[in-house]
């Protein structure tokens, strides 16, 4: 009876390995990374497949997520993505599913988003646009723009506004996100007064102000990141079109610009 039972243990026991043996354990291909591992390929990844987990996440729009560490910031893309993410409610603890692109810039294509409690699939189907990039350290702006300070611009110059109509500048001025403005969502102001040779008084030393006109969706998360941490706009811009002298004389704005480029930590986009 004993002889009978340790024969049918035996029996199972080769039975149950056998069986196991038909099973592959699952392995993730996704290398875990920090965003500064995964950008500068610290940690190597076959397909540079990689999984950041817990980013700090700065802002999201459309097609875009941008995440930080430090003075490095970057793209995580796919379609919808924005909304991908917000269904997943705290953006504290996620993990993205990501390969690794190069071009047109480095960024990280999202399979797939991860939180605790659910994940979702992320699909890169439809084609997005994204923005050149440069390594803001060796930047130099072109040479058709001409640098400006904001102080050097008075809304009651007529002749010298127009005279900078389809003109590039570069600049250094306060990036302001206008609530109640309906021709404009971003504004760029000067960080001082600029008195007028005209007139003097107090009431009409007033700081000069751009309207912006609406960017691209892929420098309008950039704006959004310099409003979130209160930097300052560095950039370039190209005067656009001059105010009316009544609306001038009114909201001492110049008129509207174009961006063409903009810096932000470590690197400067461009159109």
């Not at 960017?215 to 950039?235: N, Y």
Request: hydrophobic fraction near 40%.
């Amino acid at each position: 009876m004993m002889r009978k039972l340790v024969c049918l243990f035996a029996m199972g026991a080769v039975a149950a390995g056998l069986a196991g043996c038909g099973k592959k354990e699952q392995v993730d291909p996704y290398t875990k990374a920090t965003l500064r591992e995964a950008t500068y390929g610290e940690v190597v990844s076959e397909g540079f497949m990689y999984k950041i987990v817990n980013p700090q996440i700065v802002d999201t729009l459309g097609n875009f997520v941008v995440v930080r560490q430090g003075n490095l910031t970057a793209f995580i893309t796919a379609n919808n993505i924005a909304n991908q993410v917000g269904k997943l409610g705290e953006m504290s603890n996620l993990a993205f599913n990501v390969v690794k692109r190069f071009r047109p810039m480095v960024y990280f294509q999202c399979t797939s988003v991860v939180s605790p409690k659910d994940s979702v699939l992320c699909s890169s189907e439809k084609p997005m646009a994204f923005p050149r990039t440069a390594d803001a350290a060796t930047f130099a702006p072109p040479a058709d723009y001409t640098d400006v300070a904001m102080t050097e611009l008075r809304y009651d110059d007529t002749g010298g506004l127009q005279a900078m109509v389809g003109k590039k500048f570069s600049t250094r001025a306060k990036l302001v996100r206008v609530e109640g403005d309906s021709a404009a969502v971003w504004m760029l102001e000067g960080d001082k007064p600029c008195p007028s040779p005209y007139l003097r008084t107090p009431q009409r030393v007033t700081v000069t102000k751009f309207r912006v006109k609406t960017p691209r969706p892929s420098l309008e998360i950039v704006m959004r990141m310099l409003a979130k941490t209160e930097t300052d706009f560095v950039g370039g811009f190209t005067f656009a079109t001059v105010e009316p002298l009544p609306a001038r004389a009114e909201n001492q704005i110049c008129g509207t610009v174009e961006v063409g480029y903009v810096r932000f930590l470590e690197t400067v986009y461009m159109r």
